[in-house]
């Protein structure tokens, strides 16, 4: 599957200043969490991305990931967005499309 941005909702911005981010999201998803963790997952969703997605996701930020399967193998894990990037479907560089793409669960 894909991003759906119903299931991203921020929860709390806890105004670290001197780390230039401290925001922490929950995303819900029924997609694997090695799906999740996948480069660009989070299209769009970067601050300062032009684009429908744009919720201000920086370097830092916490994510909680809700994988919700009906197979039994629901679970949570945490995870920091580690790198923001775009693509070469982006519009020309002045107002480019920016992703999040976040680290891997640590057990």
């Known amino acids: 599957m894909s991003y759906n941005p ?5 929860i709390a911005d806890l105004g670290f200043a001197s780390t230039g981010s401290a925001n922490v999201w929950v995303y819900s998803s029924s997609d694997a969490h090695a799906t999740v963790e996948g480069a660009n997952y989070f299209f769009g969703c970067a601050f300062g991305s032009a684009s429908s997605n744009a919720v201000g996701m920086q370097i830092g930020d916490i994510v909680i990931v809700r994988n919700i399967s009906t197979a039994g193998t629901s679970a949570c894990t945490l995870h ?5 990037s775009t693509s070469t479907s982006s519009p020309p560089s002045y107002h480019p499309v920016l ?9």
């Open 6 to 10: 119903s299931g991203l909702r921020k």
């Open 80 to 84: 920091a967005v580690s790198s923001i």
């Open 99 to 107: 992703h999040a793409t976040i680290s891997a669960a640590s057990s």
